[in-house]
Structure formats: structure tokens, C-alpha cells
DNA sequence: CGCTGTCTTGAACGTCTTCAACCATAGTGG
DNA sequence: CCACTATGGTTGAAGACGTTCAAGACAGCG
């Protein structure tokens, strides 16, 4: 049972009045995932509504190839498998806890219930929706782009863009990747990643620290980004 | 001025009852645009609601190397450019009628007017927003696929799915694209696509029509898709 | 006819992948 | 404590693939 503040925190489901707000926590379950835990995978059955309360999802896919792609990563207030719940009746991709996580759950007809009876709720779901389409294109934008180099320093900027903050000695973008989990995200092999970010590393244009990555000077490595590479 | 049955036969716009079908046939305009034509640049401010009512429009963008990205066409009764209109207030993308058009428009307060007034409308948005970026999906996993010759292959495969209709012969896809336009729908060269294609030609894997392109065998076009390439 | 646009082919080059080996670290069980 | 294993990172060399540039074919159209 969670707490009305609590919800009414939450961005999706504020503004929605106090009655629903009860409602909500008479129906919203709390599951935990230890990271690495699968929280769904391709092809099960979706038949509930997902939201991420603490820590971090990661949604991904195996390619045919036997490649992994990651879609996107999915932090606090934010609602994963939403466009299945919609669309179709089994997941497109998997959902693993990329961090200890805590995940807040509907069934499908309460979420429903919840979409028809508040068009604050509708409004809601749509600007979420416009916001992925909109990070979406971006990602076709950037895997567009010709080098793997160029790639790595769009995604970088992009979460730059999105999380960084500054510190001294530049910005830091707190996103914990592993160099297979870049390779994954810019569609490249690690070896290729591997040996493009140690040699930002040697030039100074991107640090790798324990908490993420350190970028000196952003604008050095959106001239990277531009570039067909170089 | 349209008529209402016109309107009742929009998707989008059945179901709405007859008084909104009487006061959208006020508000809607028809512009025409002839092949070729731009309806909208990347930069433009978005004070528009935009859909297809005859002929086919491209959505695409130039990237910051100078390779044109196509991110969709749309067709009859399809709306476009409606994530800037929620999202920001300038077009992200060009739009260019890649067939003689006509194009129904609102303006960005009546199609406001018309969300907010209808739940049936909003409800609307959402499964269009959520085929669209079921769609963009697909679109990255496309791109994340190793090779020119499996991304070309999926495209079709696609568009076959989408649109194609069986004639003796096999398949037909029934999209003209110049080779330039498949470039830049699989992000590759044209002299690539090029000798990719001719190549499938003489093998009788995909046939270059003037009305689109003829599959013969859609199952040996799928083993080139998956195969990593070959 | 010359012009323009799309399509086509060839050869050189560069990038990325592939495969293989190796290092570092952390965790496990004897 | 150490050997053992797993995981993530790293480097090198060979080769495939795609791009790039340059040239030419072919059609429609003034």
C-alpha cells in the first residue's frame, strides 16, 4: 500500500484528484528487481502496466543477428512497455533491472480504467508517448550517422544533454556503462568502442570515471560528433 | 468546404458525432501540393495540424553530414508532423509531397479544440502516436542490422508487409523509390544500393518495376535479411 | 542537338569487424 | 592463502565491407 504523497509525486499520476489518487494506491503494486533480474522478455504476454519507482530499466532486444540493440533506459516516474499495453499483446523487447529497481505495477484494465475515466491521465500518456517518439527519431538520427565514432559522441552529448551536470573538470554524464553496453546502444562492436573511447581517454576528450563519464570540453567532442569522423 | 461523409470516412475523424463532423468541415482546409513541392521545413514554426488526404508525403531531414535522412512517408488519411505540434514549436524534419497532394490542415488551436473536446479524439492520437513509434522501432532495429544488403532486404520486406499485394509473379511492392531514396531510407550510398540491387536483379531476388519493386520469392529475400549478410 | 537527372561500373582507400590472445579484477571454494 | 573461474577491458593482425571519386551509359526534354 503505498502512500497518497507519494503518488501524488509521481508526474503521470498527479493532477489527477484526490479519489483517484486513493484509488491509485489501493491498486499500484511495488515489486523489486536485483540488477540483472529480467523484469520481462520478448514475446510474454503483456498484460500489465510498468513504472519505474527507484533505480534504472534497461529495455533491449536481440537481434537476428545475434547482436543485442538497447532501446532505452528507463529511470524514476518513467513507464516502460506502455506502447505493447497499447498496441499489441506480447512485448517487443526484454526489460532487465540495470539497477537495483523498484517497480510499480497496473493491470491492464485498471490502466485502462485509469486512461478512460481521466483525460488528465490521457493528456499525460500522450506527451510521454510524443516524448519517446521524439527520442526515437533522434536515435535513427544518430545511428543514421556515418562512423562509429561519430555515433558514440552523439549518444554521449545526447545524455549529456539529458543527466550531465557540471563539475569542475567539465560535465559529468552519470550513465554507468559498460563498453559492450555502448557498443550495444551505437550498434558497433566493443573492440571498435573500445579502442575509440581509450583513445579519447589518451586525448583528453572523454574520461571514463567510476560514475559515468567525464567530458572536458563538449564542444571539442561535438566537433567529433559533426565530423564523418576524424 | 468538404463534405461530411468525407470526413466520416477519415479515420481519425469517425466516430466523432455529427455536430464535430459539421464544425470540422469548417475548419478543414485542402491544400494541394504538386510532386516535388515543400510543405514544411526543418525550422519552420508548427502553428498547423497536418494530414493526408490524397497522395503521399516524405518526412525527412538533412543530417549534419549532409546525407538526407527519410524518416517516413504517409499516405491517405495519415497525419504528419503532429509530434512538433504537441512537442516544440518548430518542425523537427522537412516535409516534401513526394506525389501530387492534397493536404486537409487545422489550426493548432481548433485541433487543440478538438482533442480537448473529445475523448474519442484523444484516444486516437494515442494509437496513432503508439503505431508510429512501434514503427520508429522497428526503424532502429532495421538500422542496427549489420549489413547494407540485410537492411535494404528488411526495408522491402517491410513495405511488402505494409503495402505489398500478390501478383503472378510474386509479390509486388508497390513504392517508387529512386535507388538515391532507398539510400537514404537504409542510411548507405547509392553506388552501394545500386550494385546491391542489380545484383538482386540478375539472381531474381527483387525486380526493379516501374510501378515499384516485385519480389518473387519473399522467403529468399528473408534469409538475406536475417543472414548477417551473403 | 545538348542538357539534366538517374542509373551504372571500376578501382583505391579507409573503416569496422572478426578472431585470437592477453591482462586485471573480483568472487569462490578448497 | 591460493588456485580457479568469470567478467570486463585491451591489443594486434587479417580481411570483409562500404565509401569515395571518377568516369561513363542512358533516358527524357528543352
Known amino acids: 500500500m503505498l502512500d497518497p504523497a507519494t503518488v501524488r509525486r509521481i508526474p503521470r499520476f498527479s493532477g489527477l484528484g484526490e479519489e483517484t489518487e486513493t484509488w491509485l494506491c489501493g491498486r499500484l503494486r511495488l515489486t523489486r528487481y536485483a540488477t540483472g533480474t529480467t523484469i520481462f522478455y520478448e514475446g510474454d504476454p503483456c498484460d500489465h502496466f510498468y513504472m519505474v519507482h527507484t533505480g534504472e530499466v534497461k529495455v533491449s532486444k536481440m537481434l537476428e543477428s545475434g547482436r543485442e540493440l538497447i532501446l532505452d533506459f528507463f529511470g524514476k516516474g518513467e513507464a516502460f512497455g506502455e506502447v505493447a499495453l497499447m498496441d499489441g499483446d506480447t512485448f517487443p523487447a526484454n526489460a532487465v533491472a540495470h539497477q537495483n529497481c523498484e517497480v510499480l505495477t497496473l493491470t491492464r484494465a485498471e490502466y485502462l480504467e485509469l486512461l478512460e475515466g481521466h483525460p488528465a491521465a490521457a493528456r499525460s500518456v500522450i506527451r510521454d508517448l510524443t516524448l519517446r517518439l521524439h527520442?526515437?527519431?533522434?536515435?535513427?538520427?544518430?545511428?543514421?550517422?556515418?562512423?562509429?565514432?561519430?555515433?558514440?559522441?552523439?549518444?554521449?552529448?545526447?545524455?549529456?544533454?539529458?543527466?550531465?551536470?557540471?563539475?569542475?573538470?567539465?560535465?559529468?554524464?552519470?550513465?554507468q556503462l559498460s563498453r559492450n553496453e555502448v557498443a550495444s546502444l551505437v550498434c558497433a562492436r566493443m573492440e571498435t568502442v573500445i579502442r575509440i573511447m581509450s583513445r579519447w581517454q589518451k586525448e583528453g576528450l572523454v574520461r571514463t570515471a567510476n560514475d559515468g563519464f567525464l567530458v572536458p570540453n563538449p564542444d571539442a567532442l561535438k566537433a567529433v560528433a559533426l565530423g564523418n569522423d576524424g
Open 135 to 175: 527520442a526515437m527519431r533522434r536515435r535513427v538520427e544518430v545511428l543514421g550517422e556515418g562512423g562509429v565514432q561519430s555515433r558514440i559522441a552523439q549518444m554521449l552529448l545526447i545524455y549529456a544533454r539529458n543527466v550531465g551536470r557540471e563539475v569542475d573538470g567539465g560535465t559529468l554524464v552519470p550513465v
